[in-house]
């Protein structure tokens, strides 16, 4: 490149750094970008009138340079380019498959909305404030983490740390690194668990608290599982229980889900309201509470997953598609999804025909009416067609608009145009070149 070498620098440093933010971004948001495919099912139709609307306004330049050109082989490339891109978007909605455009009578059921870990955005997280927020606004259910600690006691903790959600480096400072089950249950019940949430305020939702609200959240405890089944039994909701694993070291590591099940059982819950995602055991599980809804976190082939005797499948919301969940659900395999905050999401599941979703914003999925927008297959294909019949009597009428206005303009260069204005000279300038010339000869 013919730059200054200050400008190359600058060139270079800005091509490393872009790249570095690309690979950065894909790091960071991996599993993110699947709700690409997810968001484009749910605006797709309107993406597409949206870009047939752009590429009809820009009709108005590509005409423009359409009309000003001399030669014959640009005025070719450049009606073949646009054309093509105007063709293109006038067929993008043969390859769009929104679940949404549908009949009304095909619609299913509204999904169940279970609060993932409580309502984490009204209260601490796994806190039994949490679990309360969530009942008083109507979830179907709630998701929580089951651990136990080193004395026996089923407790509520999703990370292995207790650094995130309680005050132990304030406690035990000397055991901040210690997994969180290797606790007694004498020391954690000492922890502050809610204290965290109103001070790093992590879904920017604490001022929405009122006052009481936000005391009563800042001094919640850790909570334990019995606490939250007496909870759900008294509020005859549903529960899914997520164990974690437990250290090699722990000294009831063997006895987990017997004492997590025995726990259960002495909860009096109805055995049908509890979701079971553990699949460790489970042949025990169901010889001790047969009537547990079991569900994996593994997605297999249907005839796999019936023929051990599982019946709800729990998955990230982009581990499984449209065909896949309605192929499940003809096999009356019901899917539960995770972590659904946005209405717009929720609408597209609603459509697909997902049954349950988990939820850090139960109270906003509830007010839900129905999905934001469902469309008749007939009626989308009316938009479509009407939406490009309407685009393409457009951009002829502005081809020959800008034609007649610009198509007699045509450029010159310098020597042209004083070979022009030479030959445009008026008879008296001629006239009197003439007698100037006769006088000088007359002088010789």
Not at 83 to 88: D, E, I
Not at 127 to 132: A, D, E, K, N
Not at 211 to 225: H, P
Not at 246 to 265: A, D, G, K, R
Request: with cysteine; aromatic share 10%; proline share 4%.
């Amino acid at each position: 490149m013919n730059l200054h070498w200050l400008h190359k620098i600058g060139v270079t440093a800005t091509l490393v750094a872009t790249v570095v933010a690309i690979i950065s971004i894909d790091q960071l948001w991996k599993e993110e970008w699947n709700i690409l495919f997810i968001s484009f099912q749910a605006t797709a139709p309107f993406l597409h009138v949206g870009g047939v609307v752009a590429i009809t306004l820009l009709a108005w330049l590509v005409a423009g340079q359409f009309a000003r050109a001399e030669r014959a082989s640009f005025q070719v490339v450049l009606c073949i380019a646009y054309l093509s891109v105007v063709l293109a978007l006038y067929l993008v909605p043969l390859t769009i498959s929104s679940p949404c455009i549908m009949l009304k009578k095909d619609l299913g059921s509204r999904p169940a909305i279970f609060g993932h870990r409580g309502a984490p955005m009204m209260a601490p997280e796994n806190t039994l404030m949490s679990f309360q927020k969530a009942i008083e606004n109507k979830a179907d259910g709630v998701q929580t983490d089951v651990s136990l600690s080193h004395d026996g006691v089923p407790f509520l903790m999703h990370d292995n740390l207790l650094r995130r959600t309680t005050n132990v480096d304030e406690k035990f400072s000397e055991r901040a690194s210690v997994h969180s089950s290797m606790f007694n249950w004498t020391d954690l019940e000492q922890l502050n668990a809610g204290e965290w949430f109103t001070t790093n305020d992590p879904f920017w939702t604490v001022h929405s608290l009122s006052a009481s609200d936000s005391a009563k959240a800042a001094n919640q405890s850790v909570c334990r599982l019995d606490d939250l089944l007496s909870l759900a039994k008294a509020s005859n909701i549903s529960v899914i229980l997520n164990l974690q694993e437990l250290p090699v070291e722990h000294p009831y590591n063997n006895n987990f889900i017997n004492i997590t099940l025995e726990t259960i059982m002495n909860s009096g819950i109805l055995q049908h309201m509890v979701v079971w995602l553990h699949d460790k055991d489970r042949q025990l599980v169901r010889q001790i509470s047969p009537d547990f809804q079991q569900a994996s976190e593994s997605k297999r082939e249907v005839s796999a997953l019936i023929a051990d005797g599982i019946f709800s499948l729990y998955l990230r919301y982009s581990q499984i598609n449209v065909k896949e969940v309605r192929e499940y659900t003809s096999r009356n395999l019901s899917t539960i999804l995770y972590t659904v905050n946005e209405p717009w999401l929720y609408s597209v599941l609603w459509c697909a025909g997902v049954k349950s979703v988990t939820s850090d914003a139960s109270h906003i999925l509830k007010q839900v009416p129905s999905p934001i927008w469902l469309m008749p297959p007939d009626e989308y294909n009316l938009m479509w067609i009407t939406s490009d019949v309407i685009s393409f009597t457009l951009i002829v009428g502005i081809f020959i608009l800008q034609k007649y206005r610009l198509g007699s303009i045509r450029t010159y260069n310098p020597e042209q145009i004083m070979l022009s204005a030479a030959v445009q000279r008026s008879s008296k300038d001629v006239n009197i070149m003439k007698e100037k010339l006769i006088f000088a000869g007359c002088l010789k």
